[in-house]
T-cell receptor, first 112, second 114 residues
Framework: GDSVTQMEGPVTLSEEAFLTINCTYT??????LFWYVQYPGEGLQLLLK?????DKGSNKGFEATYRKETTSFHLEKGSVQVSDSAVYFC???????????FGAGTRLAVHP | NAGVTQTPKFQVLKTGQSMTLQCAQD?????MYWYRQDPGMGLRLIYY???????DKGEVPNGYNVSRLNKREFSLRLESAAPSQTSVYFC?????????????FGQGTRLTVV
């Protein structure tokens, strides 16, 4: 079945460091891909999305490019802030199964 | 804007007790979902409702039932709670079930079964 694999955390960075969180997927067809973020004590909120190959989603300085050839959707940010500390979830919408499938989540901790 | 509202926020149950988790959205969305979040396992879909009047099983439906009461409300019932159902439960909604639109999440219900 369709699935999402994320790099394990936690990821610990200093403020202004470069961030990459890897995400790869397995899916039939052409799924939509998402990154969601969960701040402490809150629900998930959409960070960015891409609906077709080579699309780049971006928001709040974060970017991710839908790479069909490598089945990847890695999240990047050039300079992280303490306020970016959260859990990040990669997800895909599986048209075949008609549901949103999540990776295990990657916890990011940014220190001053 | 309220968005997606879940109640209660916290609950402790004894094994064998029953309870219903409530979820309501005010965005006129067609699709609603129930997920559980466990450490290291991401979010797993329990049940979903693609539109008012329909419900379908997700990955982990055993031990749960749902009701799509109307377009706004989608409840999750545990008939006989078990310790394995200790988790954080999230309700979500989206405009459609086609996956191109954003899913909005509630703040979660932290359930402990002792």
């Amino acid at each position: 079945g369709d699935s999402v694999t994320q790099m394990e955390g936690p990821v610990t960075l200093s403020e202004e460091a470069f961030l990459t969180i890897n995400c790869t997927y397995t899916a039939t067809g052409y799924p939509s891909l998402f990154w969601y973020v969960q701040y402490p004590g809150e629900g998930l909120q959409l960070l960015l999305k891409a609906t077709k190959a080579d699309d780049k989603g971006s928001n709040k300085g974060f970017e991710a490019t839908y790479r069909k050839e490598t089945t990847s959707f890695h999240l990047e940010k050039g300079s992280v802030q303490v306020s970016d500390s959260a859990v990040y979830f990669c997800a895909l919408f599986s048209g075949g199964y008609n549901k949103l499938i999540f990776g295990a989540g990657t916890r990011l901790a940014v220190h001053p | 804007n309220a968005g997606v509202t879940q109640t209660p926020k916290f609950q402790v149950l004894k094994t064998g007790q029953s309870m219903t988790l409530q979820c309501a959205q005010d965005m006129n969305h067609n699709s609603m979902y129930w997920y559980r979040q466990d450490p290291g396992m991401g979010l797993r879909l329990i049940y979903y409702s693609a539109s008012e009047g329909t419900t379908d099983k997700g990955e982990v439906p055993n031990g749960y039932n749902v009701s799509r009461l109307n377009k706004r409300e989608f409840s999750l019932r545990l008939e006989s709670a078990a310790p394995s159902q200790t988790s954080v439960y999230f309700c979500a909604s989206s405009e459609s079930s086609r996956g191109y639109t954003e899913a909005f999440f509630g703040q979660g219900t932290r359930l402990t079964v002792v």
